[in-house]
C-alpha cells in the first residue's frame, strides 16, 4: 500500500473509531463500568493516536476529540478542548522527543494522561467551586476511574500499531 | 527537541492551541453559552448521537418482540401469522397510546397552568462522568430555548437549562449542587431551599434544607417548588425519605428522592415561558 493510500485508511479508520466511541460512551450504550469506575475511552484513543502519528494528526485529532466530548458534556464547554489539544501534544512530543514508542513508555503516558483528566476535572468542577467531596469520590470513584481508563489504553496500542504497519 | 522548538510546525501548533483556548475561555467566561466550536459540532453530532439512542432502543424492544414471539411459536403454531399481523398493529396501537399518554400528562399540566409554553425534546446524551447525572437535549436556541428554562416530564421536575446551543441545550439536574431554589412540603407547606451533595447524588438523591426545628415534615411528604426563582410553583420535587438534624445550624434537612427516573429519561418537555418567570437561580451555595 502506498503511503498516500496508508495515511487515508489510517485517519478514516480513526474517524470511525473516534465516532465509534463517542456514541457508545454518551449514548449510554455501553460505557464498560465497573462499580463506580467509568473509564473515558476517549483518552486512551487520543493518546494512541498522539503516539503514533504525526503532529498535524495528534493536534486534529486531540482537538476533534475535545470539541466532540464538549458538546456532549454538561460541564463548562471548554475544558476538553483545551485539555486534549494540550494534552495530546505534550504527550505526541514526549513520545517521539524523549521516550520510546514502546508499550511501557505509552502506558505510563496513558496513566498521567487519564490522572490530570480526571483530577482537573476534580480540581475545576468541585474543589475550586467550594463543592465538597468526602473521600469515597476519590476512593470509590476517581482513582479506579484512572486506572481502569489507562488500562484501556493496551486496545488501542495495539489497533494503532497494526495500522501503522499495513 | 531544540529543532523542534523553533520550527514552524511547532509555531503554528501553539497558534492553534491558543486560539482555540481564547475562544473556549472567552465562552466559558461569558458563561451560559457553549463555546462555538462545541455548539457547532453539537449540532452535528446530534444526529449521530440520537442514532446510538435509537440503537439502543431497538435492541431492548428487539429482545422483548423475540422473547414474546418464542412464547407464542411455542403455544400457537398454528396462529402464527395471524398472530404476527396482530403483533404489527399492537405495536403501532401501543406505541400511539405510550404518545397519547405522554402528551395527555402534559395537556393536565397544561390545563392547571395556561401560561405555560412547552418545548418538547429528546434525551441525546447522559454525561457517564456527571455524577450530577448532567445531559443534553435535543432542542435549542432555534426551538425558542432559553438560559435556565425548567425542565419537566410528567412525573416531575428534571432540572434546568445550564447552556443553550443552535440545537442542543444541557441540562442541570435537581441532583446537581449548582441548582439552588426554593421548595416546600405540599402537605405541611413547610418551607425550605432544595440543593444536591455530592454523596447524595451518587444515591440518585437530593436535599431539602433549612427547615425549621419546628416544623412537621415527615417522610412521605411530597415536596414542591415554592415558584422563587426560575421555576414555577407547585412543581413536583420528590418525595422526603429521611429527617435529619443539620450538623452545622439548628435547623432540619431532609433526603429527597426524586420523583423523575434519571436512568430511565428519554423524552422530557422544557418550560420556554411561564408567568413570574425569573432569570436566575437563587443564590450560590
Redesign the interface.
Known sequence: MNNKKRRFVCAFVNIILI?LV????????C?F?IG?A?P?LLIPLALSISVFYS?TAF?SAG?FI???M??????????N??YF??GC?LCS?LAT??LNRNLKAAMCLSLLMSFCYFFL?YLIF?AF??????Y??FVV?LIPSVVYTAVWFIPFYFLQKKLTEI | MRFFLRSKEFKKIIAIVLVVIAVSVTAGVIGGFMAPQASVLGAVAAPFQKLGNTIVQSFSEMSANFNSAAKLNAENDKLKTEIDALRGQLVDYQSALTDNEFYKEYLEIKDINPDFKFCPALVTTKDPDDVFGGLTVDAGSLQGVSLFDPVITDSGLVGYISQVGVSTSKVTTLLSTSLVCGAYDSRTNDAGALSGTVELAAEGKTRFYNLPRTCSVAIGDIVVTSGSGIFPDKLIIGTIDNISHDPLSSSLYATITPAVNFDELKNVMIITSFSGQGNELIGEK
Do not use: H, M, Q, W
Not at chain 1, 22 to 29: D, E, M
Open positions: 465516532f463517542f456514541i457508545l460512551r454518551y449514548s449510554g450504550l460505557t463500568k463506580e467509568v473515558n503532529n493536534l482537538l475535545g470539541i466532540l464538549d458538546s456532549a458534556v454538561t460541564e463548562a464547554s471548554f475544558f478542548s483545551v489539544v494540550v501534544s512530543v522527543r524523549l476535572r468541585f467551586k467550594g463543592v465538597a467531596v468526602n469515597e469520590y470513584y
